[in-house]
Structure formats: structure tokens, C-alpha cells
């Protein structure tokens, strides 16, 4: 894979699993109706978040390699630290941190991909 698309899965990826977590209750009791009731599993969550993250290791590593700068790094660690301590303000405060910490993880890959272009325009010319 490319820096480029592994930047664009990852933050793909989170996008998915904030809108999941975000709209499990409001689907959550139609899809035991259906037979899709382990979609609502905290397990397949962690999963998901383990994959974006594992994902991202490997994408902002890539890119540190490339322009040499952590912030992308810290602001993935953050972020995925940030979402997986989703339940800690209670359900009144989940989806402010699942969107913090989403958007922080998003932001690391994003930032990644800028930093990536730059140093190859820059090396380019």
C-alpha cells in the first residue's frame, strides 16, 4: 500500500467506528430483531479501534520515516487513547470523547499525508 492510501484507510476506518459508536443505540435494539445483535458487542468495538490504531502505527511510522516529525504519532496515541476511555464521563459524555478522539486520530493521519507531500514536493525539486 502507499503512504497515501494507508493515510486514507486509517482515517476511513475511524470514521466508520465513530459512526458506529455513535449510532449503536439508536439501531441497537433493530438489530437483535435481525439477528445482527453482536454488532453492539464491546468487543467488536475494541476491534475496530485496534485495527485504526494498529493501522495507524503503520502509517504514521511510514511517514515519520519520510519527514521526520512526531506530532502525528502523539496525536494518534492521544486520540486512540482519548476514544478508548469512551465511557469514562458516563453516556452523557460519550460521544464528546468519541468525537475528540476520532477527530484526533483523523487529524494525525491528515497531518501525516500534509507532511508526507511537502517533504516529496520538496525532495522533488
Request: hydrophobic share 55%; charged share 10%; proline share 3%.
Amino acid at each position: 500500500m502507499t503512504q497515501r492510501s494507508l493515510d486514507k484507510t486509517g482515517m476511513w476506518v475511524t470514521t466508520l467506528c465513530a459512526l458506529h459508536c455513535l449510532l449503536l443505540p439508536v439501531i441497537l435494539p433493530m438489530l437483535s430483531l435481525i439477528g445482527l445483535s453482536f454488532i453492539g458487542e464491546e468487543l467488536l468495538e475494541r476491534v475496530i479501534l485496534g485495527t485504526s490504531i494498529a493501522l495507524g502505527l503503520v502509517a504514521l511510522i511510514n511517514g515519520i520515516r519520510q519527514h521526520a516529525r512526531l506530532y502525528p504519532l502523539v496525536l494518534l496515541i492521544a486520540g486512540g487513547f482519548i476514544y478508548w476511555h469512551k465511557d469514562s464521563l458516563g453516556e452523557m459524555g460519550e460521544p464528546i470523547i468519541i468525537l475528540l478522539g476520532a477527530s484526533m486520530i483523523i487529524a494525525a493521519h491528515w497531518v501525516n499525508l500534509r507532511l508526507v507531500r511537502s517533504t516529496n514536493f520538496l525532495t522533488a525539486a
